[in-house]
Nanobody, 115 residues
Framework: QVQLVESGGGLVQAGGSLRLSCVAS?????????MGWYRQAPGKQRELVAT???????NFADSVKGRFTISRDVAKNTVYLQMNSLNPEDTAVYYC????????WGQGTQVTVSS
């Protein structure tokens, strides 16, 4: 069974940084067409944060451009989200997503940014 496991969330002060990791198992990483990070804040709909496609093309939500970077390590079956210059508006549960095809989700990791 395909499984995505996120890690790296936590509490950070405004202006700080965190790096989230998502490890994929149960599927050959080369079969994944795209991976992404979504987030959901309390009372809000889940929103797309960043994606990385098979060929390496990346896309970011306007709210995180210039602050977040998405990358991958094929040998480790892992995708990362580097988050810099965090602000309280970034507080949310962050979810890893993969399309192989089919859509898979991790359980999420909490990111809390204090002012």
């Amino acid at each position: 069974q395909v499984q995505l496991v996120e890690s790296g969330g936590g509490l950070v002060q405004a202006g700080g940084s965190l790096r989230l990791s998502c490890v994929a198992s149960g599927i050959n990483f080369y079969r994944i067409n795209a991976m992404g990070w979504y987030r959901q804040a309390p009372g809000k709909q889940r929103e797309l944060v960043a994606t990385i496609l098979r060929g390496g093309t990346t896309n970011f939500a306007d709210s995180v451009k210039g602050r977040f970077t998405i990358s991958r390590d094929v040998a480790k079956n892992t995708v990362y989200l580097q988050m810099n210059s965090l602000n309280p508006e970034d507080t949310a549960v962050y979810y890893c997503n993969a399309e192989a095809p089919g859509r898979y989700w991790g359980q999420g990791t909490q990111v809390t940014v204090s002012s």
